[in-house]
C-alpha cells in the first residue's frame, strides 16, 4: 500500500479515539476527582499540543462568524481575526462525534 495523507474523517476519528484513551487512563488514577479532571485537561492540552507520538500538534484558532468583525468594531469592541482555512479542519462537531463515539459507555 502506498502511504497517503490522512483524511479530516481520519484524522478526526483518531483524535478522538485518544481523548477517549485519555479519560480511560484517568478513569484508572486513584487520586481526588479534581487531579483526576486536571489531568484529563492537561492531557488533551498536551495531545493538542503535539506531545503524543502518533499524533501530531494541531492548530487552534479563532473562527469567528463572517458578521463578527463588522458588529465588534460597530460596538466599539475588539474583535478576532479569521484564521486561514485549513484543508484538513477536524473542528465543528467534535462535542457531537465524541458522544456518539462509544455511546454505551457511563460518562
Given at each position: ?17 485518544h481523548v477517549w484513551n485519555i479519560i480511560t487512563f484517568w478513569q ?80
Amino acid at each position: 500500500m502506498t502511504p497517503r495523507e490522512y483524511t479530516a474523517d481520519e484524522v478526526r476519528k483518531k483524535f478522538l479515539e485518544h481523548v477517549w484513551n485519555i479519560i480511560t487512563f484517568w478513569q484508572e488514577v486513584e487520586d481526588p476527582s479534581r487531579d483526576r479532571i486536571e489531568g484529563t485537561v492537561f492531557s488533551i492540552l498536551a495531545m493538542i499540543d503535539g506531545t503524543v507520538p502518533d499524533l501530531p500538534g494541531f492548530v487552534v484558532a479563532p473562527a469567528p462568524h463572517e458578521d463578527d468583525r463588522e458588529y465588534r468594531k460597530k460596538h466599539g469592541k475588539n474583535y478576532f481575526s479569521k484564521a486561514p482555512e485549513a484543508p484538513c479542519n477536524i473542528a465543528g462537531n467534535l462535542h457531537e462525534l465524541f458522544s456518539k463515539m462509544y455511546p454505551g459507555r457511563k460518562r
